[in-house]
């Protein structure tokens, strides 16, 4: 959304609550392929409700994967999500884009709940049937937010080129690699270590997007607490790994909690979609991030919605690397898709 710069080859960095994934992607014969791929776990006070807090780990963190990854690329998109983002999707007089730059900033501080001054303000025209009314997708950032992040790539010697919205990071990746039709529905998730993301999607149009915090750092926290873990083994334990002599019986009720809270947030969410989109039907979910393979989640999803639930693949369209980047591309793929979203920037026109 927010482009800082010009760049060929730009690399996606999808920096969360407890983990960094960056992706470098080029052109092949067969389309597009990985150049790069890597991911470095973080501790869970370095990023905290989607603000960078330790500065230093997080560029550490940042330049340990380009060393170790071998990535040469100093441009950078990266993406942020929570609280200091607004997406509203509001109806405007038909006009040009020249005539919308001119009005957009009186016509933003009318739907946003912060000053005008503060945030950094970028649209898209969504509809423009040539009727007296168009969709305009307006989305605002805070500049302290957009400036948490860039001020880290500038500290770990990288230069940034792109920031995005995470749900629509999610969204490019699921364009390219699902190719959906303009009638397909669906609900694209992507539940993260502290947000998960939603975005109800019409083909290639945003319909309604939401954060909600929410996400597996519950799961972990629950783990810890009831059965008396360390950190570490109820973060193995959520992802489905023998710990100790903790059984399957003693496990799985207390994810289950923490996945009705997940789905009762979800029905909200589309609840409300439903309530201000007449007509429409999600017809699928899509299930990204890294809370994504948490045991019993996709069934409690399916079980509650009655829909195809399914992980997205972000490799569907895309060769995956090889060497230790294709265990990662095998064990995590929904957990790269923000990243792949993001590193697709180096190729808008496609």
Do not use: W
Request: hydrophobic share 40%; charged share 20%.
């Amino acid at each position: 959304m927010f482009g800082l710069g010009t760049a060929k080859s730009i690399v996606g960095l999808d920096i969360g609550s407890s983990s960094i994934k960056a992706v470098e992607l080029k052109k092949s014969r067969n389309g597009v392929e990985v150049a790069h791929m890597a991911m470095e776990p973080l501790s869970s006070d370095i990023v905290v409700d989607s603000m960078i807090v330790d500065s230093g780990s997080v560029a550490s963190a940042i330049t340990k994967i380009f060393t170790e990854s071998g990535i040469k690329t100093r441009a950078v998109a990266t993406s942020v999500s929570g609280h200091s983002v607004i997406v509203k999707r509001i109806p405007m007089s038909t006009m040009s884009d020249s005539e919308l730059s001119g009005i957009i900033q009186t016509e933003a501080a009318q739907h946003i709940p912060f000053d005008i001054s503060d945030v950094s303000i970028d649209y898209q025209i969504l509809s423009d049937t040539g009727g007296s009314t168009m969709d305009v997708l307006l989305v605002a950032v805070k500049k302290d937010k957009i400036l948490n992040y860039t001020n880290v790539l500038s500290l770990a010697g990288k230069s940034p080129a792109v920031v995005d919205i995470d749900a629509f990071a999610l969204q490019n990746c699921y364009e390219y690699n699902y190719q959906p039709g303009p009638g397909a529905t669906v609900a694209l998730l992507n539940l993260g270590a502290s947000v998960m993301n939603i975005n109800i999607v019409k083909g290639t149009t945003p319909l309604f997007t939401r954060d909600v915090s929410v996400g597996g750092h519950q799961y972990t926290d629950s783990l810890q607490k009831e059965l008396d873990l360390s950190f570490e083994d109820a973060e193995a334990l959520k992802l489905g790994k023998k710990v100790g002599t903790v059984s399957e019986d003693a496990k799985m009720p207390i994810l289950q909690q923490v996945t009705e809270i997940i789905v009762l947030e979800i029905q909200k969410t589309f609840d409300f979609f439903r309530a201000t989109a007449t007509g429409e039907h999600i017809e699928r979910i899509y299930l990204a991030g890294g809370s994504s393979q948490v045991p019993g989640l996709i069934e409690g999803l399916r079980q509650e919605f009655s829909l195809p639930v399914e992980i997205l693949n972000p490799f569907q369209r895309i060769e995956p690397p090889l060497g230790t980047g294709a265990d990662l591309a095998d064990k995590n793929a929904g957990q790269m898709a923000v990243a792949v979203g993001l590193a697709l920037r180096s190729f808008d026109e496609l």
